[in-house]
């Protein structure tokens, strides 16, 4: 099985692009989530999926939007980039919400210029 | 505010030696806790979790401890080997609510 996948694996955007990033997991997960994690900075929630059909903001949602479009997959996407969005941006999913542990995939490595 | 941090950003050991790695929250309504380790260019990956109706749980060579009296927690590694070199993150979730990472600690085996 594959797990998590994330694409692209990195990306160069000039400020004010917008882009979509893709993630399918193939574990049959309920709950998947959006983080961000930047240099010496632990991981921020941007937008999660409890289940399929729903989806609620994180801790750092501006400027992003979200969309579970199946049961596998959960993009996220940037409608104007800005150079704060510089990140490495990752995807998780999980059993259930929050109380079970999380797979991540290999994320991706966006730079906005 | 709610926060999960870590004593020390970076640690350092010798290869053979037992690693402590420490993490401190602030949300007493905490009611889950994991642990994931994050080699460079890759996701975090799952070690260990822990709920606080527990104290401890023992895993293969790692262990978590859980203090909700002064709401700390703690991970110890036995016999550090070189493929631990990594950063480790300490996660909590409020009860309901959000999954909350810490900064993490950089962990440095010796060999």
């Known amino acids: 099985n594959a797990g998590v996948t994330q694409t692209p694996k990195f990306q160069v955007l000039k400020t004010g692009q917008s882009m979509t990033l893709q993630c399918a997991q193939d574990?049959?997960?309920?709950?998947m989530y959006w983080y961000r994690q930047d240099p010496g900075m632990g991981l921020r929630l941007i937008y999660y999926?409890?289940?399929?059909?729903?989806?609620d903001k994180g801790e750092v949602p501006n400027g992003y939007n979200v969309s579970r479009l199946n049961k596998r997959e959960f993009s996220l996407r940037l409608e104007s980039a800005a150079p704060s969005q510089t990140s490495v941006y990752f995807c998780?999913?999980?059993?259930?919400?929050?109380?079970?542990?999380?797979?991540f995939g290999s994320g991706t490595r966006l730079t906005v210029v | 505010g709610e926060s999960v941090g870590l004593h020390l950003p970076t640690l350092s050991v010798q290869e053979g030696d037992n690693s402590i790695i420490n993490c401190a929250y602030s949300?007493?309504?905490?009611?889950?806790f994991i642990w994931y380790k994050q080699e460079s260019g890759k996701g975090p990956q799952f070690i260990i979790d822990?709920?606080?109706?527990?104290d401890k749980r023992q895993g293969q060579r790692v262990t978590v401890l859980l203090n909700k009296t002064v709401k700390h927690l703690s991970l110890q590694i036995a016999a550090t080997q070189p493929g631990d070199s990594a950063v480790y993150f300490c996660?909590?979730?409020?009860?309901?609510?959000?999954?909350?990472f810490g900064q993490g600690t950089e962990l440095s085996v010796k060999p």
């Open positions: 998780a999913s999980s059993e259930g919400p929050f109380n079970y542990g999380y797979t």
């Open positions: 574990m049959n997960h309920n709950s």
């Open positions: 999926s409890a289940s399929e059909g729903t989806t």
């Open positions: 949300n007493s309504a905490s009611d889950y």
């Open positions: 822990i709920r606080s109706n527990m």
């Open positions: 996660a909590e979730n409020m009860a309901g609510g959000k999954l909350i």
